[in-house]
């Protein structure tokens, strides 16, 4: 039988864990939330298992104590090599200038491994938490993000790769002619550019969505119809792995007062038998999984030291990282700038 083809694999990251009771978990470090040595240890941990890239989640909920996603990922940086970082910002209550600058700014500290998960808000106490408009529909919300995407899109090409010349002698730092207004007009946003910062050394970072359009990687849920169209189709999943994962779930839904159900489907089971479910699901024609720890860094380190390696058995996943970027980790080109001359 021929080996299967390499998947792509990455995680998602939240300060508690995916469970609400994981917190207690013996080995949880609640009171080390808010601290860059816990979120550079998550990343490199997440490294050290060879993966594509890890999500920073981020809300803007009355509910949620967390960090700035995209802080945080500036932070780990400089402590990483390979990995791909990939923070959440929330499009609706945002201007697209700011989240364009602030990505590029990750791919240059980066060096080329930055990427954006785009989300919508729909929630009127989200939309309070800013007080200058009302919260859209979901139709509106999505309409909205399609637009604003092509706006950064087009801010990240807006300096072309050698605008910047830096010459003392002349004391010329950037070619104007290579700088290039965007005037973008649409029914949400007017977005005349250039953006202030360099194009970011992937040229565009990864796009990371829960829609296609102009999205590099979909996240999707497992066994619902799939569209295809985006370069990367990742499924999302949350696992509990070891020898008895039911039971430690079943306490953790105990400590939380009643089963606890994320929209994302839960594995419970060994790092083998979820190495059969991957792989299963790859022949339905998914490039990847992004895997949510039940419980950090319990989870994560099952996914790292037993899940890993046993793919690598299966010549199903990397020994090694081959990239610098993480657009070249998942092999995808370095697209033509759009404004540059042929």
């Known amino acids: 039988m021929p080996a299967p083809s390499p998947l792509h694999l990455a995680v998602a990251l939240d300060g508690a864990g995916w469970h609400p009771a994981a917190w207690r978990e013996p080995d949880a470090r609640p009171r080390e939330l808010f601290s860059g040595r816990y979120w550079t240890g998550l990343v490199q941990e997440a490294e050290r298992g060879l993966l594509d890239f890890v999500t920073f989640e981020d809300s803007l909920g009355p509910g949620a104590t967390r960090l700035d996603a995209v802080l945080v990922a500036a932070r780990v940086a400089p402590r990483t090599r390979h990995i791909g970082l990939v923070p959440t910002a929330t499009v609706t ?9 602030a990505i590029a700014t990750l791919d240059h500290v980066s060096t080329g491994r930055a990427g954006w998960q785009v989300r919508v808000s729909t929630d009127p106490a989200e939309a309070a938490h800013f ?12 309409q909205e993000a399609h637009d604003y995407v092509e706006v950064v899109r087009a801010l990240w090409d807006s300096w072309e790769d050698d605008a910047e010349i830096r010459d003392a002698a002349t004391g010329r ?26 194009r970011p050394p992937q040229g565009q970072p990864l796009v990371a969505a829960d829609f296609a359009g102009s999205a590099d990687l979909v996240f999707v849920t497992p066994g619902e119809p799939v569209d295809f169209s985006a370069p990367h189709v990742f499924g999302d999943l949350v696992v509990f792995l070891d020898e ?43 490039t990847g ?20 390696p046993e793919l690598v058995r299966r010549g199903a996943f990397r020994e090694s990282y081959q990239a610098d970027t993480l657009r070249g980790l998942l092999g995808l080109a370095q697209p033509a700038n759009r404004y540059q001359a042929v």
Request: hydrophobic fraction near 35%; aromatic fraction near 10%.
């Open 93 to 101: 209550h945002t201007e697209p200038f700011h989240i364009s600058k």
């Open 131 to 142: 007080g200058r408009r009302a919260a859209p529909t979901p139709a509106e919300a999505w």
């Open 173 to 198: 730092f950037v070619d104007r002619d290579k700088l290039h207004r965007i005037d973008f007009e649409g029914k949400w946003f007017s977005v005349r550019g250039p953006s202030i910062t360099p």
């Open 244 to 286: 008895r994962p039911t039971d430690r779930k079943a306490r953790l839904d105990e400590l939380h007062g009643s089963p606890y159900e994320p929209q994302a489907p839960v594995f419970t089971g060994t790092p083998a038998q979820l190495a059969d479910l991957l792989l299963e699901w790859q022949d339905a024609g998914l």
């Open 289 to 308: 999984f992004r895997l949510r720890p039940g419980a950090i860094p319990h989870d994560l380190t099952a996914i790292t030291r037993l899940l890993v």
